[in-house]
């Protein structure tokens, strides 16, 4: 078995759930272009791809301006007091800047995902500086499931069950969350269509009982749950395509959002919550934003509620 080396014992691993203040995330800057006649050929042989393209916004993107406003997110979360931990680039991984779907934590363990594309397999490779060799890191034995779609809570762990994750996925996640003790029940979330890239673009929990939400994208069952448990505050047609709802909780009292959602920050400012703006207008030119780019690994546990 590999050695942990003394930086590994020293990186807090802990997630109750995605409110609580953050303070540790994995970053990876963009590092491999995605032009246009690479999306076209990829959206040609890739069914998956095909649907995601058909139902999203996907543009051709400056890389110099993508690695310039992942600085500035990483400056921003310096600031709320987050420590930025850096991914190892993988060569030939063009999306490899969206590290929240190469794993997730729950409680005391991360848990790597499980991509169905072989470019996206390798991401994991990039987290060998952080978590090579620990002992807390937890290998799914079947189905395809990403960070994406997985969503911890209080209550429950959230999952959406879109292009990324499988049934199969699911299942695996749950057997391995009962083999540590996790006690809480897992809920799905189910679509209506096809080409949802990951949950947290349809659905972010913001603060205890509080969510951003599209409301177009959840068949009925999963709606009427969501708003159940939730007060929501429920995005338009054009801010979800400009992937507004993909924000990333600072802490209980404070969100980072995009600096085009002026709507959603009155929205979310009346549930006092400060919202912390950032352009990240070239980042969601692929359709992902700040959740999208942030890979949470440590939230301060505050008092469970």
């Given at each position: 078995?590999?050695?942990v ?13 995605y ?15 995605l ?41 921003m ?46 991401e ?25 779609d ?5 209550r429950?762990i ?33 679509f ?40 929501t505050i ?7 395509l ?23 920050a ?28 942030t ?11």
């Amino acid at each position: 078995m590999q050695q942990v080396d003394d930086q590994q014992l020293r990186t807090d691993i802990g997630v109750v759930n995605y409110y609580d203040p953050l303070r540790s995330v994995v970053m990876c800057l963009g590092h491999t272009a995605l032009d246009a006649a690479l999306l076209a050929r990829r959206q040609a042989a890739e069914d998956v791809l095909r649907r995601k393209v058909a139902t999203n916004r996907f543009e051709p993107y400056d890389l110099g301006r993508v690695r310039e406003q992942q600085m500035g997110v990483a400056e921003m979360l310096a600031a709320h007091g987050v420590n930025v931990l850096w991914a190892e680039p993988i060569e030939g991984c063009t999306v490899q800047q969206y590290t929240r779907d190469i794993g997730f934590v729950i409680g005391d363990h991360f848990y790597a995902a499980r991509s169905q594309r072989e470019e996206r397999q390798r991401e994991t490779m990039g987290l060998r500086p952080i978590l090579a060799g620990d002992p807390r890191v937890v290998y799914l034995e079947a189905g395809r499931i990403e960070g994406g779609d997985v969503i911890p809570e209080e209550r429950f762990i959230l999952v959406g069950l879109g292009e990324e994750t499988s049934t199969l996925g699911v299942e695996s996640l749950r057997w391995a969350l009962e083999q540590r003790g996790e006690s809480r029940p897992i809920k799905l979330l189910e679509f209506t269509g096809e080409g949802v890239i990951h949950a947290d673009t349809k659905i972010t929990v913001i603060a205890p009982g509080i969510a951003i939400i599209d409301p177009t994208a959840f068949t009925a069952a999963t709606l009427s749950f969501i708003r159940e448990h939730y007060d929501t505050i429920e995005a338009t047609p054009d801010e979800v395509l400009d992937v507004q709802v993909n924000t990333l909780v600072l802490g209980p009292d404070r969100l980072a959002m995009s600096a085009t959602a002026h709507r959603l920050a009155e929205a979310v400012s009346t549930k006092g919550i400060e919202p912390v703006l950032i352009d990240v207008d070239e980042i969601t030119k692929l359709p992902g934003s700040l959740r999208c780019i942030t890979l949470p690994l440590h939230r301060e546990r505050l008092n469970a509620r």
